[in-house]
């Protein structure tokens, strides 16, 4: 080690570990159970694992109400959201559907997925459909691994090219 890289490490402490990976995009997973009920959580646990074929991993706590509608369905659709749903978002992740309808309550609306059994969140600019293709327990969450199916994008996002320009969205 040089003399000016000890000197460097100085101004430097230990932070905390945990979620130390910022920014963390906002999403909101919606789901079905095999009975048809349609929930959606907030999730703080979401990215990229694979290029070829295209995959996300969304972290879920088995705890959480949606955790078995995922594992037995095998689907789900991770929303992306803007500012103007930041009021459903903190709603819809600090109340449980074990409590009461929150869908009903902040009046969500759904459409159905085209690949997959789970719904999408209308409101949200885009909706990616996913089918478990594994998962793994990584301590307090269940990451699970879906094959993205289909992504739904609202038309002004969508270059000639089929990209998305993530720079039209106002993200949360």
Do not use: W
């Given at each position: ?50 290029f070829n074929p295209p995959m996300v991993m969304v972290g879920i706590v088995p705890s959480r109400y949606s955790y078995k509608m ?82 739904h994008a609202a038309s002004e996002l969508v270059g000639d090219d089929g990209n998305i320009d993530f720079s039209k969205i106002s993200?949360?």
């Open positions: 080690m040089k003399k000016n890289d000890s000197k460097d490490q100085s101004l430097k402490k230990q932070a905390n570990m945990k979620s130390c990976l910022q920014p963390m995009p906002k999403v909101l997973v919606s789901c079905r159970g095999l009975d048809g009920e349609n929930n959606v959580l907030a999730v703080g646990y979401c990215s990229n694992c694979s995922i594992k037995e369905s095998g689907a789900f659709v991770v929303n992306l959201v803007e500012k103007e749903y930041k009021e459903v978002f903190d709603y819809l992740g600090s109340h449980s559907k074990r409590d009461g309808d929150k869908l009903e309550d902040m009046n969500v609306k759904l459409t159905e997925g085209i690949r997959v059994n789970a719904p999408l969140l209308k409101d949200c600019p885009v909706n990616i459909e996913c089918t478990v293709v594994d998962s793994i327990v990584t301590g307090s969450h269940e990451m699970f691994v879906g094959k993205i199916e289909y992504v993200f949360l």
